[in-house]
């Protein structure tokens, strides 16, 4: 299978803009892969065909309420070769450990997440694609991918706080990733606008909805995966 390489020269941390919405719980990096990185995606994805993704409320990644389900079109690839080309793009942007991921405190006891350094995406990327046909993501938290590897007669555990989302085109009619207050699950706190090129990063456990598009016109490609911090067991 043909893998999409990143463009490692547009690596460079100083020229790139952060925006902080909540302090090491929901940033975006803007512009962190190029126009024609983002097209490449794309037209990779597409040759792969997308495919109607509606998860079930059994499924391990996402918590839902029992009336809340996916509706968009999804294509998936299993790739080391491209989570470590990402995971060198994003690294510098990514905080050493969880401590400061203020949200962990109300699902994860404390000791659990202790000790937790960064290390990787999970290689397991998710490209999705909404048009206006009512495909959204409502809302909902994202679920943790958790396991246990062997290295040097070792056992580390890898665990995901963060989620990792690429926006591969503009979208100028809705397509928001919308974030709700977790107790006034009605009260909007940041509506992200898809820009190309754009990466967004945010604690699982903040609720939030991929808001569907809304013009017959408009799509909107995007790249998803989790970012992994590890620690010996």
Request: charged residues 25%; glycine residues 4%.
């Amino acid at each position: 299978m043909k893998i999409v390489p990143c463009n490692k020269n547009n690596a460079q941390k100083k020229s790139m803009t952060t925006i902080w919405l909540e302090p090491d719980n929901i940033w975006i990096v803007k512009q962190l892969f190029s126009k024609e990185e983002c097209e490449n995606w794309i037209e990779y994805s597409e040759s792969i065909g997308f495919q109607t993704a509606e998860v079930p409320l059994t499924a391990k990644e996402i918590r839902t309420s029992p009336h809340q389900r996916i509706f968009n079109t999804k294509v998936t690839v299993d790739s080391t070769i491209l989570a470590n080309e990402i995971w060198y793009r994003i690294e510098p942007f990514i905080p050493q450990t969880v401590d400061h991921i203020k949200k962990l405190e109300e699902h994860v006891p404390l000791e659990e997440y202790q000790n937790y350094s960064k290390h990787s995406i999970n290689e397991r990327i998710r490209f999705y694609k909404y048009t206006n046909n009512g495909q959204m993501l409502t809302k909902h938290y994202d679920g943790n991918f958790v396991r246990v590897v062997r290295e040097a007669n070792q056992k580390v555990v890898e665990h995901s706080f963060l989620t990792m989302i690429v926006y591969l085109n503009d979208c100028e009619h809705g397509g928001h990733t919308t974030f709700y207050d977790n107790q006034n699950t009605d009260l909007i706190l940041h509506a992200v606008k898809p820009q190309t090129g754009d990466v967004l990063f945010f604690s699982h456990y903040y609720l939030h909805e991929g808001s569907p598009v809304t013009h017959s016109s408009a799509q909107k490609y995007v790249m998803r995966s989790d970012v992994l911090f590890r620690k010996p067991l």
